[in-house]
């Protein structure tokens, strides 16, 4: 069941990233529509990835981003 479950999101990450390169070279309007989707879903990882980071540091307080 959790092979099943990782194969699924390994999946749809490589075929969000084929959206990606192919919507660069002018795909039609899906295959934009679904890079779009994919890259804000980066950067929403990324963003909680930054602040997840940022709780660990402790109550320092220098804020030495």
């Given at each position: 069941m959790v092979l099943a479950l990782l194969l699924?999101?390994?999946?749809l990450a490589i075929g969000g990233c084929a959206c990606?390169?192919?919507a660069s070279r002018g795909g039609?309007?899906?295959a934009r529509a679904v890079a779009t989707?994919?890259?804000a879903a980066g950067d929403l990882?990324?963003?909680a990835r930054k602040r997840?980071?940022?709780g660990l540091g402790?109550?320092?307080g220098d804020g030495g981003d």
């Amino acid at each position: 069941m959790v092979l099943a479950l990782l194969l699924g999101v390994l999946t749809l990450a490589i075929g969000g990233c084929a959206c990606v390169v192919w919507a660069s070279r002018g795909g039609p309007r899906w295959a934009r529509a679904v890079a779009t989707v994919t890259l804000a879903a980066g950067d929403l990882l990324r963003g909680a990835r930054k602040r997840r980071r940022r709780g660990l540091g402790g109550s320092g307080g220098d804020g030495g981003d």
